[in-house]
């Protein structure tokens, strides 16, 4: 994380911490009787790290993180939609847990008013959305790879919005070898700066790589124990596949004949 977001996200902590002097102490809640939970909005491309943030501030504030299945919250039915809500922040109240909507965006869409009878029950769980966050003292994040789609109402009820940025070359550097666990016995010929530099990934997909790479030395007779610069190329070329992104040999050179790119 950069300077920035690491200051947003420590502030945000923080609001949690003392809420008790501000709110009690300070007798804030008389102005403030609605909106005194904590609302923090992440957004940014896939794999940047913001479903791990949301752990992370579960972890720091010492409270579980309840992952809301918005699949299974979302109904066909009239009214059912807005019951399953309701009964989530209900029941989020009474464990004090810490509530993390991801891909929020399928939910939270922005309202229109075309007339239809589908689009006037999409407005209303918007609606309600609103009322419940401004009304829960708790905890709740958002997390969305599509920040434009969102009701823009919910940006004023956001205590913090934080965008997780696509990582530069240095900062892939750093992901590629602390993600490595200190135990993998690596080959000398390994450069976590060249595959940085060369390849484009975010947080997510460099993970795939690396435990891939793990498993395609594991299985390699003639890695003699090791993990090798051509099983994070192999690992690599798999992750290209899987994200559908076209490559020539000239995208792995020197290493192309190691990856079967002759």
């Not at 409270?63 to 699949?71: A, G, M």
């Amino acid at each position: 994380m950069n300077p920035d977001q690491r200051e947003t996200i420590g502030h945000a902590i923080e609001q949690m911490n003392n809420k008790k002097q501000i709110y009690e102490d300070w007798n804030y809640m008389k102005k403030y009787p609605y909106g005194r939970g904590l609302t923090v909005l992440l957004f940014g491309a896939p794999g940047t790290g913001k479903s791990m943030m949301a752990q992370v501030l579960a972890h720091e504030l010492n409270l579980e993180l309840y992952r809301v299945d918005i699949s299974k919250v979302v109904d066909k039915y009239v009214g059912e939609t807005e019951k399953s809500l309701s009964m989530i922040f209900r029941e989020a109240k009474k464990c004090n847990v810490v509530l993390f909507f991801d891909e929020c965006d399928t939910i939270f869409a922005k309202r229109a008013d075309d007339g239809g009878s589908n689009q006037a029950s999409a407005n209303n769980k918007t609606a309600l959305l609103l009322q419940e966050m401004e009304a829960y003292d708790g905890v709740c994040v958002l997390a969305t790879n599509y920040k434009h789609n969102i009701d823009p109402a919910f940006f004023r009820r956001m205590k913090y919005i934080v965008e997780f940025q696509f990582p530069n070359a240095d900062t892939r550097e750093m992901l590629w070898k602390t993600t490595v666990p200190k135990t993998t016995p690596l080959d000398e010929d390994v450069d976590f700066r060249f595959i940085a530099e060369k390849y484009e990934f975010a947080g997510g997909n460099i993970k795939n790589c690396v435990l891939n790479a793990a498993f395609l030395a594991a299985e390699d007779p003639t890695a003699g124990g090791k993990v090798c610069m051509r099983h994070y190329l192999m690992a690599i070329k798999y992750e290209f596949v899987k994200v559908g992104k076209v490559f020539t040999r000239a995208d792995f050179e020197p290493y192309a004949e190691q990856v079967g790119l002759a």
